[in-house]
């Protein structure tokens, strides 16, 4: 079935760095575009970041570009999300996702709590 596994979320201060890791399995990971998405206390669910699936062409909600990366390693069936620069209002738990036959797929979360 498919699984998404975040990892490498934490605890860092205003202005630090994070990469967060999704590791997929299940599906041909190679064939489907993938998502990061963010969930703050008191907030809707938010998308942060994605890439296609061949080309690999990105995009970005306004409030982390520049600051955050998306990229994909389709040899480890992984997808990251370089962040720079982590503000507070960024603190929030971040999901993996993506869609296949039009169903959505979501890992558990990984947390990510900046302070100031």
């Known amino acids: 079935q498919v699984q998404l596994v975040e990892s490498g979320g934490g605890l860092v201060q205003a202005g630090g760095s994070l990469r967060l890791s999704c590791l997929a399995s299940g599906f041909p990971f190679r064939s489907y575009a993938m998502r990061w998405y963010r969930q703050a206390p008191g907030k809707e669910r938010e998308l942060v970041a994605g890439i296609t699936s061949s080309s690999g062409i990105t995009n970005y909600a306004d409030s982390v570009k520049g600051r955050f990366t998306i990229s994909r390693d389709n040899a480890k069936n992984t997808v990251y999300l370089q962040m720079y620069s982590l503000q507070p209002e960024d603190t929030a738990v971040y999901y993996c996702?993506?869609?296949?036959?039009?169903?959505?797929?979501w890992g558990q979360g990984t947390q990510v709590t900046v302070s100031s």
């Open positions: 996702n993506t869609r296949i036959d039009r169903t959505a797929y």
